[in-house]
């Protein structure tokens, strides 16, 4: 089996909804789960061999994205500063501090694993806390990742602004613009380059929820492909122990009673383990576990999956007394437990804590704060300017559409289909669907298209136009911030199709205008 590691920077912040907050506020995860990198993989997939909806019969589709034994999708957990960065893990559950002391930028303190050994220490034992971690020359390190929270005003769709019954304010909790993950993708020596190729044909992916309003934007800044990779970097034969075996998940995990029901019952973990290695085991000496609701969004359906209860990365069970050797330790971590495997749950690590106690810290960028201003004042400066951009651009947008109008002749059918196919290729500034769409009309629909007028052209015509030189009806916009200099078709603006997603909203708000005149 191969593995594809791919390291994401965001560009925007990033909106992957969890359960938590009110019923007024959105709440990212603190990493980008496996489910939504599969998800973008799949609609570059389907862009590439210009369908509408997969195949779920054909072999390589259900190998590449829906097999759990042949691909998985791992969730993007946040990167190391290191210079060899690594990808950090969730926190174990069973690590505790003393509840006197405090973490902080300056400070250290001392971890304690009950799951090897509970002694006298601490006193007053209490967790440690939401982190992920990694050691960085024998010297473990704590990442937290960086959140922005915006607020937003819920708005009418046709008249673009908040009316008396939909003017409720909510907020968006999301994963910050500017920071690392690494992902990692397993898959069968056969589909590597397959997926290697739908990853490298476009730098820019769009992750996550409210795309159209600012964020999702992430880039591949890497991508590497390895023969032997170990998620937890210890090889499995200087883990062999005769003494205890311990199961440490490391993301969430699904799993499933008797009677088909989800359940975060810790004897569910017990059983799966029995399952893969064909062997019994005795009753936990220590468990620590930690249980979330998980679900998520289908696309296809439009809308939410059930919420179902699992257990959170992190829990830890030990069995005492077992052994288990190098080949089972291998065969337990690459194939995991429980359902959704596709979409990184139920990753494992076994025998993975060996200290009893240790020191912490928070991990610290190494460059010094000088370069850092320099380097977040330029950040700064370079996102003003891209948002006054787009400003400008949305300026001018309306200013176009304002003496666009067309003649009888379309029905509303056919406009919106025609908006609908332009907001799918939206996000990514994909043109394909929607000249799909006018090549493939029927002679009825066609003649529609053809006798419509807007202005002195058809409105077929027009459309051609637009699509075949996109930047043509954009007549030189650009803005200056101290000294980054935008323009609408500069590299920058290039990579993120910039031309091409404005005018896809031209096509839409031209359909959407005509629309409401008839009515």
Request: glycine content about 6%.
């Amino acid at each position: 089996m191969k593995t594809i590691t791919l390291t994401l920077k965001s560009q925007q912040p990033i909106l992957a909804t969890s359960f938590q907050g009110d019923p007024n506020s959105d709440v990212s995860y603190s990493y980008i789960p496996g489910s939504m990198i599969r998800g973008a993989i799949v609609g570059r997939y389907m862009r590439q061999h210009h369908l509408s909806e997969l195949d779920l019969t054909n072999e390589k589709v259900k190998r590449l994205f829906f097999d759990a034994n042949t691909t998985r999708y791992l969730n993007a957990y946040f990167l190391s500063y290191e210079k060899q960065p690594q990808r950090t893990l969730p926190l174990p559950l069973c690590w505790f501090k003393d509840k006197g002391e405090e973490l902080t930028d300056d400070s250290s303190i001392t971890v304690y694993d009950f799951s090897i050994d509970r002694g006298d220490d601490p006193e007053t034992p209490k967790s440690v806390g939401e982190y992920f971690w990694t050691k960085e020359r024998g010297v473990v390190k704590l990442y937290n990742e960086k959140r922005r929270i915006n607020i937003h005003n819920f708005r009418d769709r046709q008249k673009g602004r908040s009316t008396d019954n939909q003017g409720e304010i909510f907020r968006y909790d999301a994963l910050d613009a500017g920071q690392k993950f690494q992902s990692v993708i397993l898959c069968e020596d056969e589909d590597v380059i397959t997926i290697q190729m739908l990853l490298v044909t476009e730098p820019n992916i769009w992750l996550g929820g409210s795309q159209s309003a600012g964020y999702g934007h992430t880039k591949i800044i890497d991508l590497k492909i390895l023969d032997n990779w170990n998620e937890i970097g210890i090889p499995a034969e200087d883990r062999e122990n005769g003494e205890s075996l311990s199961i440490t998940l490391l993301s969430d995990t699904l799993l499933r009673n008797e009677c088909g029901q989800p359940v975060a019952d810790p004897m569910l973990i017990k059983q799966a383990v029995e399952e893969v290695l064909n062997i019994s085991l005795p009753e936990p000496s220590n468990i620590f576990a930690g249980s979330t609701l998980i679900g998520g969004f289908n696309r296809k359906w439009g809308l939410p999956l059930p919420q179902v209860p699992a257990f959170t990365a992190g829990t830890a069970i030990v069995f005492k007394g077992v052994e288990i050797n190098e080949s089972q330790i291998q065969q337990l971590e690459a194939q995991g437990i429980g359902e959704k495997r596709e979409d990184g749950f139920g990753r494992i690590a076994v025998n993975w804590l060996q200290d009893e106690k240790f020191t912490v810290s928070l991990a610290k960028p190494s460059s010094s704060s000088t370069s850092l201003k320099k380097e977040g004042s330029r950040f700064l400066a370079e996102q003003m300017a891209q948002r006054l951009l787009e400003q400008k651009l949305e300026q001018y947008l309306q200013k176009e559409v304002e003496p666009l109008s067309l003649q009888e002749g379309i029905s509303n059918s056919q406009l919106s289909r025609l908006q609908s196919v332009a907001r799918q290729g939206l996000s990514n500034g994909d043109f394909s669907l929607v000249i799909s769409l006018l090549n493939n009309l029927p002679s009825k629909a066609k003649n529609q298209f053809e006798r419509t007028k807007i202005g002195d052209k058809s409105f077929r015509q027009q459309l051609d136009e637009w699509l075949s030189n996109p930047t043509d009806w954009i007549n030189g916009i650009e803005v200056r911030i101290a000294d980054i200099e935008r323009k609408f078709d500069d590299d920058r603006a290039r990579e993120d199709k910039l031309a091409e997603k404005y005018t896809l909203r031209l096509i839409m708000a031209v359909a959407k205008k005509a629309t409401k005149e008839k009515k």
